[in-house]
């Protein structure tokens, strides 16, 4: 349970993703008090290299940089929570030390990937409470919780603001080949169909380059960006749609934040997730599957807003998971 007056100091350790991390920062600071953040790891030059000689190197790698965050952490006399996301390759031996440390520290986990793509069951029996957003894997063991992601408060003041709309689609993504070819079949149909859509796929160089230069798989240029789109732009190419299309991850079954966030704004949301069905927040007024092989999009039940409620408000997630 939640409690305002209760000060905590906390150790979070999350991706940089984007700016989710530090807007979890920031939320973590005004609800619970002191919050340390660290990342995950470090993607630097060594990294790259290191995963790029032997996948198993980063296993070391990760242990020395643990125990450069211990020697930070130890000096602290209280820490009252470990709240991690993620944690991909994170060692057992850090969190048994803070446990020794801290005796009385509350331990919390949140995965926002899928275990077939970042297997991390061995953190499991370290934490107090794990939870995941991908329903596959929540069906499938008993020590983990189900909590879908969350919405920001920028993303709350689309919904409250109501923008005109300027276009149908708005399609938003990270560059996979699966995600481009899905790409390339809706543009075509959008066409086709006289449907307006704002676009943005991001690619990182050295990945474009593997793929045209090494692999000789033609990608073509203009449907790519080197560069991410900044927070500011998203929440403006968000706040001028009508429909939100998300290509899902095959490897997860999960929500995307794309769904979430579309929730949060007000908006309606096309998926090729199927999982969406299964979602207690599921309503074809404002939420629709279709297959990427066989684009056929049918008129949404009813033409207005959806109304989620605030559960998955980024204060109200955090104190669920935490509270």
């Given amino acids: 349970m939640y409690n305002p007056m209760e000060k905590r100091k906390i150790i979070f350790i999350a991706p940089e993703f984007y700016d989710y991390h530090k807007i979890i920062t920031e939320k973590l600071r005004e609800l619970f008090g002191e919050t340390f953040f660290f990342p995950e790891r470090k993607t630097n030059g060594l990294y790259t290299l290191l995963n790029n000689i032997h996948p198993k190197l980063i296993n070391l790698y990760q242990k020395i940089y643990f125990f450069f965050i211990w020697q930070q952490v130890k000096k602290e006399e209280t820490i009252t929570d470990l709240f991690v996301i993620k944690g991909n390759k994170m060692p057992v031996s850090f969190i048994k030390k803070l446990k020794k440390k801290f005796p009385n520290i509350r331990t919390t986990m949140y995965q926002w990937d899928s275990m077939k793509r970042y297997p991390y069951e061995y953190l499991i029996p370290c934490f107090d409470k794990s939870y995941t957003f991908d329903y596959k894997d929540f069906e499938q063991r008993k020590d983990l919780k189900f909590l879908q992601l969350f919405y920001t408060d920028d993303i709350k003041k689309i919904r409250d603001d109501k923008v005109p709309t300027q276009y149908d689609f708005f399609l938003f993504n990270s560059f996979t080949m699966e995600r481009y070819d899905a790409i390339a ?88 997730n199927k999982s969406i069905e299964k979602d207690p927040l599921y309503n074809k007024s404002w939420a629709q599957t279709f297959d990427i092989n066989d684009i056929e999009l049918s008129p949404f039940e009813k033409q207005e807003r959806n109304s989620v409620t605030d559960e998955l408000y980024i204060d109200n997630w955090l104190k669920t998971i935490l509270g």
Avoid: W
Avoid at 257 to 269: C, D, F, L, S
């Fill in 185 to 272: 079949k809706i543009l075509d149909y959008c066409k086709k169909n006289n449907l307006t859509v704002k676009q943005f796929c991001y690619i990182p160089y050295r990945t474009f380059f593997k793929y045209k230069y090494l692999l000789r798989i033609p990608l073509d240029k203009s449907l790519l960006s080197f560069s991410p789109m900044n927070r500011e732009e998203y929440i403006d190419c968000l706040s001028k749609c009508d429909i939100v299309v998300d290509i899902n991850h095959s490897a997860q079954t999960g929500l995307s934040m794309r769904v979430t966030e579309t929730y949060g704004a007000g908006k309606k949301i096309l998926t090729t």
